[in-house]
């Protein structure tokens, strides 16, 4: 998009209310969110140099759909078109509204498309694409970049998504409950690629964290007394508050120990802590709000050597209870190490090998609790190893850097 940053949220934040209309009035999902992101684009470029219109998401309804109507023209003939619309099309609130009006399609049409690209047919990667594309308003080469993939693999992609969606009525299903984990589960991996890139030359890939936060303060605005949309709304503001102190000049890794606290974002901490704080007060704890009670702890820590540890490794022990993958294992033996000592730590590694032996985390937090242990060159070994398997290179020179510094 051509737009400013101001126009591309306006835009955004529009995006899956004009495509609920769409797709309410016509059915036809595929068809119709190809329309949003014509009418999308038109206007990125038509605004800065026009001006946004007082009803700017009448004004997106109103295009989208004379693209669409365009579109079904050249399937079927004049006839059949305007049967199948005039059959179709409502005469009460998802008209277009003209320009000035407040009607509008209803307010959870972001949600519903999120359990709609979040369908249990679709595999994570393209229940991600779906979601940025048809939520998020992200044009196909956007999300390509975003991902490092071509922008032909990327659209194919999206377009068998949309082929096993088709037909899926439109609207909040039926046990809904069941489904919002995997929203909320599609939203973290959002923000987790964003947030630290599995591939590539930068840490960051700020556009996805901001995008994966925007979209989890919509579905929080829905469900504003959900714990675990809380909780994972909390825990992204508090992990993303770090950002600016992650990186030095030259785009290397700083480990958190060794971060400028002074960068963290504060009103980001203060946001997650209050949001983390009032759903911890509601009920049980779910995974989301205990995550983001971890970060909280580090967050509010003055300094890295005045962090809570022994908090921290209760949170730790209770998540594991709910969550018992190998990943949150991994961080709690990080935590026993740091509460109770490097090897204690390196003694809970151990049960991890057969799950994680094949990635580089393993690898490299048992270089960081040998180098702790004073073994020096089993440390250098081990952050070679865990160098040799991760596709981000600023990982990569990270881990080469600590081997490297060991050296006799």
């Not at 044009?139 to 899926?168: C, F």
Request: glycine content about 6%; charged content about 25%; aromatic content about 4%.
């Amino acid at each position: 998009m051509s737009a400013t940053p101001e126009t591309e949220d306006l835009l955004r934040r529009h995006a899956p209310q004009v495509l609920g209309a769409l797709v309410r009035r016509y059915g036809h999902f595929d068809s119709a969110e190809e329309a949003v992101q014509e009418a999308l684009l038109a206007a990125a470029e038509q605004w800065p140099r026009t001006g946004v219109p007082d009803n700017p998401r009448g004004w997106l309804i109103k295009v989208g759909a004379r693209r669409l109507t365009d579109a079904l023209r050249a399937e079927q003939s004049r006839r059949a078109r305007e049967d199948k619309a005039a059959a179709l099309m409502p005469r009460d609130a998802f008209r277009a509204p003209p320009p000035g009006a407040d009607r509008a399609p209803r307010e959870d049409d972001t949600l519903t498309l999120l359990f709609l690209c979040c369908h249990p047919d679709l595999t994570p990667p393209a229940q991600i694409a779906l979601t940025l594309r048809a939520v998020g308003g992200l044009t196909t080469a956007e999300i390509a970049r975003a991902y490092l993939v071509p922008e032909a693999t990327m659209a194919q992609r999206i377009s068998r998504a949309k082929q096993k969606v088709r037909g899926v009525r439109f609207g909040r299903p039926d046990h809904w409950e069941n489904r919002l984990p995997a929203v909320l589960q599609t939203l973290y991996l959002i923000f987790n690629e964003g947030y630290t890139a599995t591939s590539g030359t930068s840490l960051l890939r700020r556009e996805l964290a901001g995008e994966a936060i925007r979209l989890t303060r919509a579905v929080h605005r829905l469900l504003p007394d959900h714990g675990e949309v809380a909780g994972l709304l909390a825990l992204m503001l508090l992990t993303d508050a770090r950002r600016d102190a992650r990186t030095g000049p030259h785009g290397e890794l700083v480990p958190l120990d060794e971060q400028d606290r002074s960068r963290w974002d504060k009103a980001a901490i203060d946001e997650g802590v209050a949001l983390v704080t009032r759903a911890l007060s509601r009920g049980p704890a779910g995974p989301y709000q205990l995550r983001a009670a971890i970060a909280a702890v580090h967050d509010e820590a003055p300094c890295a050597p005045e962090t809570d540890w022994q908090e921290i490794l209760g949170l730790y022990d209770v998540l594991v209870r709910l969550v018992p993958g190998p990943v949150e294992r991994l961080n709690r033996a990080v935590a026993v190490a740091m509460a109770q000592g490097p090897r204690a730590g390196l003694a809970e590694l151990a049960a991890l090998e057969d799950e994680l032996g094949a990635g580089h985390r393993l690898d490299a937090v048992r270089g960081h609790l040998l180098e702790r242990a004073g073994a020096h060159d089993e440390a250098r070994a081990a952050y070679e190893a865990a160098a040799a398997k991760t596709l981000s290179l600023p990982e990569q020179r990270y881990l080469h850097a600590r081997a490297a510094r060991l050296k006799p």
